[in-house]
């Protein structure tokens, strides 16, 4: 379907009018498209090949049928500390397609943007666009994003710099915060109009059930849970794990001040604001365990508090099992229990004090067949690594896939590549100057994180010293 042919619907807006503000984009100056993804528009259902309409549609210039635009309000605990009105202070939203909410990031000003400007400059664009679709990438539940713009249009950070806007795709953008909103506003008819919303489009097999919004609570807590596992695993750590920026989905959603693990570490904190460690890597379980008891709280006036309790205690075992389930795959082996946590502590915990870079140990080990010599390279200490190995080579031989298979095996679930740091910046250093041929590099490894990708080998390798375990701002 022509960009010009599209008929959007906004669902959202049956909602109360407390739940949303109507305002309309805020077009930058001179845009011009950096860089889409033909696999969502497919998804979509819509024709990206005329790139001048894509760059007015990303710059909200096109006036669609059915377009009603608004920003979302809801509510949030930051940092641990609530904060009873926030909202979407530079996302707009302009529609649904095929169940999928589109919505312009960087958009402008709206009512809940406090003393912000509503814009997104291009390093914090460029870090969402490819980012999510890095995540999806890898197969963990991601918001997605249409396209990428960039301007003449100048934004003060810390700096003057060129404003941007990404088109973000969700099939919702619902989150705790919106609940905390209304429980704390005590708005209990809009609380529950909101959770008869959230459960017809996100869950719809609830809707005729008698408690439906117990039911609702479980399955968010253990989309939850699982996508807390799939962060884990895969070494990423949010670094803005507010109430606001969680997901009743269960998707990663607003990337701000994200990383992936250079070398394994458990206390790694990628936000400089967060100077108290609460969104380190290794807490992010426990955060997401903190926020389900905030959204719980603002259920209340819908269910029974001891009923919410009753749940959220099984949040532990929901968690420690998807963990597990999916480091078993990470190590190749055909089965594991309980016990068998000892073991995977024991191999974290040797990471971290020989400064093992996650990633390619484990896409190292995805080729071992009992010759240590490319394990052994990764720490500059033998003994622990030989020590571990000694332990995993046991395991192997309780197997009863072949080695074979196991490397197969491993190789599909181990990334050849994440998207570092330090990649991503060589990336926004140079579109900085108008070039965006690794915004397309990238972009490619994104989608194809477990290919061999030759001419990308240098991105395989260790993070340079200078780079390792950088701290970002919430404006990235």
Request: with cysteine; charged share 25%.
């Amino acid at each position: 379907m022509k960009l010009k042919n599209i008929n959007l619907t906004n669902p959202y807006l049956a909602l109360p009018s407390l739940c949303y503000d109507r305002v309309n984009p805020t077009p930058l100056k001179k845009p011009f498209l950096i860089h889409s993804n033909q696999e969502v528009a497919d998804m979509l259902g819509i024709d990206i090949s005329d790139r001048e309409a894509l760059t007015h549609f990303v710059n909200g210039e096109l006036n669609l049928n059915g377009s009603d635009t608004f920003a979302m309000c809801y509510a949030g605990h930051q940092f641990g500390h609530f904060v009873p009105r926030l909202g979407d202070g530079r996302a707009i939203n302009i529609g649904t397609i095929n169940g999928f909410h589109l919505q312009l990031k960087g958009a402008g000003q709206t009512l809940y943007s406090r003393s912000g400007d509503g814009r997104a400059v291009l390093r914090s664009s460029i870090r969402e666009y490819l980012m999510s679709e890095a995540m999806y990438g890898l197969g963990i539940e991601t918001t997605r994003a249409l396209a990428i713009i960039g301007s003449e249009h100048s934004v003060y950070r810390q700096s003057w710099e060129k404003g941007s806007i990404v088109l973000r795709v969700s099939p919702s953008w619902i989150r705790f915060g919106t609940f905390e909103y209304f429980a704390h506003s005590k708005n209990f008819k809009e609380l529950e109009a909101l959770a008869d919303y959230a459960i017809d489009e996100c869950y719809p097999h609830l809707s005729n059930e008698n408690d439906k919004y117990l039911h609702f609570f479980t399955e968010v807590m253990g989309k939850t849970a699982r996508l807390m596992a799939e962060w884990q695993v895969v070494g990423f750590n949010h670094g803005v794990m507010n109430t606001d920026n969680m997901s009743i989905l269960g998707l990663t959603i607003d990337y701000g001040p994200y990383a992936f693990l250079d070398d394994y570490d458990t206390n790694y904190v990628c936000n400089h604001t967060d100077q108290y460690g609460r969104y380190s890597f290794g807490n992010q379980p426990l955060i997401g365990e903190w926020n389900l008891k905030a959204l719980a709280l603002a259920l209340e006036p819908l269910v029974r508090k001891e009923r919410l309790e009753k749940i959220i205690k099984h949040y532990g075992r929901l968690y420690s099992r998807h963990f597990l389930y999916l480091m078993g795959k990470k190590l190749g082996l055909d089965e594991v229990f309980d016990k068998d946590f000892d073991f995977i502590k024991q191999m974290l915990g040797m990471l971290q004090s020989l400064h093992v870079d996650y990633t390619l140990f484990f896409r190292t080990l995805s080729r071992y067949d009992g010759d240590r010599k490319g394990l052994l390279k990764l720490g500059l200490l033998h003994r622990p690594m030989n020590e571990w190995l000694d332990e995993y080579d046991k395991y192997l031989k309780n197997n009863k896939t072949t080695e074979e298979i196991r490397h197969k095996n491993m190789l599909k679930i181990n990334p050849k590549y994440v998207l570092k740091n330090y990649m991503l910046q060589e990336a926004i250093d140079e579109a900085e100057k108008g070039v965006f041929d690794k915004v397309e590099a990238l972009f490619t490894i994104a989608q194809n994180p477990y290919a061999e990708h030759k001419e990308f080998e240098h991105w395989s390798k260790a993070t340079p010293d200078e780079f390792k375990n950088q701290k970002l701002s919430c404006s990235s």
